[in-house]
């Protein structure tokens, strides 16, 4: 589409209608990178796929992993990518040429991973049915270091068998890069200082699992999924005490959500539905309302993501693992582009003058346009010389 037929003025803040898809294997975690220009998707066989959005074909086809990719990370720069799979193994990938900079296998399969947000040989993974690990290659050898889970006192639970029973289900890091953010499977959201490893301030926020956590586009909101089927968003502008700033739910259904996100102004928040109602809800952060539900394809949506430009969102599909688009289905306007073009919107009969198709003598006619085209002085008064100006006038313009 020419974008200089679209009028900017008339592109609302989110999609409306699901307008494509996308096919190559079968996908479960996607995400766009910093500018928009290329979507990651991770698959079910282990591959990882990234697409040029602008032409909706495939740029590269990553191979490395056995196992289905769980989650895609993209540096900061967009050139590189790292994946997380239930391979028990991370790689970070060089999209530049589409090699492997590091693989490092894990001590269980992988929920999830996080790059830092400027050390590339560094990044925490979420690992299934252990404690997070914060990772860091340095002259290429990994070090792996387990993150704490819970704090002295009382809130060190354990069964009868002395096994805690409060564990890390998600991390991210902090957008500074000195803190890591950890959700738990009690509702807790822990502050973890990198250097040294001690967990700086706890805050319960639920009393169940928290099961996802992303960070705003502007780095000061972090938005939390939960088991409670609540989504919350939450300042993270003061790290000893977290201010949840609103919830939102479906109080009629009480649904479960598969997944969430922010709007690339920070001003929407979208969330998957669990199983039945196959349908992206999407809310003003400001006032907490519910302003569109986007209707989707017949099967449950597991992943969401926001392009960081446009108004478009795209999702997984839990059963056949396409990739489904919502955006605005935008008209050219081409009066926008040609002020002296009109647009009919629907066809009309033209009434063709008499002499729309006669011979003219084109000479007599230039002629006679000379003959009324002269030279006009006016004079503009200049700060230094005083100098005229003159400007040619067509008198035809005038009613003489």
Known sequence: ??????????????????????????????RFNKIGNV???????????????????????????????????????GRFLLSAARDWK????????GSVRYVLRMSAPVWAAELHPSNLNMFVASILEDSPCLVEVGDGIPHFTSLPSITEGPHSLTDRR????????VCIFHPSGKYIISGTSKGWLHVIEINPI????????TSQNIKQLRLSFCKRYLIMNSTDRVIRTISIQDLENFE??????????????????????GEYVLATTYQM???IYVWERGMGSLVKILEGPKEELVDVDWHP??????????????????????????SAFAPDFQELEENIEYDEPEDEFDIHDEKNENKEEMELTVPVKLFYGCSSTNAPFTIPLNLNSFDV
Request: a negative charge.
């Open 309 to 334: 430009v446009l108004p478009c969102i795209v999702a997984v599909g839990l059963d056949t693992g396409a990739i489904y688009m919502w955006s605005v289905e935008q008209k050219e306007s081409w």
């Open 39 to 77: 979507l990651a998707a991770g698959l079910v066989n282990g591959l990882v796929v990234v697409w040029d959005v602008s032409t909706s074909s495939v740029a590269r086809i990553l191979t490395g992993h056995t196992r289905a990719v769980q989650s895609v990370c993209w540096s900061e720069c």
């Open 198 to 205: 001690r967990i700086r301030s706890s805050n319960r926020v």
């Open 162 to 169: 002395g096994n805690s029973k409060h564990v890390t289900l």
């Open 90 to 97: 991370c790689i970070l990938w060089d999209l530049l040429d």
């Open 244 to 265: 949840v700033e609103h919830k939102f739910q479906d109080v009629v259904n009480r649904l479960q959500w598969n997944s969430c996100g922010f709007s690339p102004s």
């Open 1 to 30: 589409m020419n974008l200089e037929l679209v009028d900017p003025f008339s592109i609302p803040d989110y999609p409306e209608t699901l307008t494509g898809s996308l096919r190559y294997g079968h996908a479960t975690s996607i």
């Open 277 to 279: 109602a196959h349908a």
